[in-house]
C-alpha cells in the first residue's frame, strides 16, 4: 500500500509482441481473459510538454485485485514506452494507481515534487499522466483517472477475470461510450 495513493492497481509491461504476451500470460500463467484494442484512442497525449499522435496497442487483463497491462507501441513517436523499449527492451515500465479525485491527487504529487512526462486522455473522464520516478525499470508511476467509463471497463474486466474458465483468452475492448 503505497502512503500516498493506496494500492498498485495495475502492473504495466511494455512487450515487442501483444498477440505473443498475451497468449504466453493466458496458457502458461493462467491469466486472463485479455480485452484488446489493438489502437487505444488516446486524445490530448504529450509528452514532455509536445503533442504527439500515438499508436499503442494494449490488452488488459486481471490477476486477482492487480490488472495487468500489456502494451505495444506501432509508431516511433517519443514516448516513455519507447524510452523502456530503448533502454530495457521488454519488461514492467510502470506501476498504475486508480483515482476518482484525479485533480486533488494530481496536485498532491506536483506538491511532493514529482515531475510530469507523459500524459493524455482515454475515454470521458480517463485522464492519465506518467510521472519522472524510475529508479530502475518498472518502477515508472502513472495516475489514471477512473471515475467515468474507463472506470467501468475495468471493473467489468476485474470480474470476467473472477472464475475464469480459459475460453475466449482474447476479447475486443467494449466500447467506451457504451459504458
Not at 12 to 27: C, K, L, R, T
Not at 84 to 109: I, K, M, N, P
Request: charged content about 25%.
Amino acid at each position: 500500500m503505497s502512503k500516498h495513493l493506496g494500492p498498485i492497481r495495475q502492473l504495466g509491461y511494455v512487450v515487442p509482441d501483444i498477440e505473443a504476451a498475451m497468449q504466453y500470460w493466458s496458457n502458461v500463467l493462467g491469466v486472463g481473459p485479455w480485452y484488446y484494442n489493438p489502437k487505444v484512442p488516446i486524445k490530448n497525449y504529450r509528452y514532455k510538454g509536445e503533442g504527439y499522435e500515438p499508436h499503442n496497442s494494449v490488452a488488459l487483463a486481471n490477476s486477482g485485485y492487480v490488472q495487468v497491462e500489456l502494451i505495444q507501441t506501432r509508431n516511433d513517436i517519443p514516448s516513455m514506452y519507447r524510452d523502456f523499449r530503448q533502454t530495457s527492451g521488454s519488461g514492467l515500465q510502470h506501476v498504475a494507481f486508480w483515482t476518482e479525485d484525479y485533480d486533488c491527487d494530481l496536485d498532491r504529487l506536483l506538491g511532493l515534487g514529482w515531475q510530469p512526462v507523459m500524459q493524455g486522455e482515454v475515454g470521458e473522464r480517463g485522464r492519465f499522466i506518467y510521472f519522472d520516478t524510475e529508479y530502475h525499470p518498472g518502477t515508472v508511476i502513472e495516475l489514471s483517472e477512473v471515475l467515468g467509463p474507463k472506470g467501468k471497463m475495468f471493473k467489468m474486466i476485474r470480474e470476467a477475470s473472477e472464475g475464469w474458465d480459459g475460453k475466449d483468452p482474447v476479447r475486443p475492448f467494449p466500447d467506451l461510450a457504451t459504458l
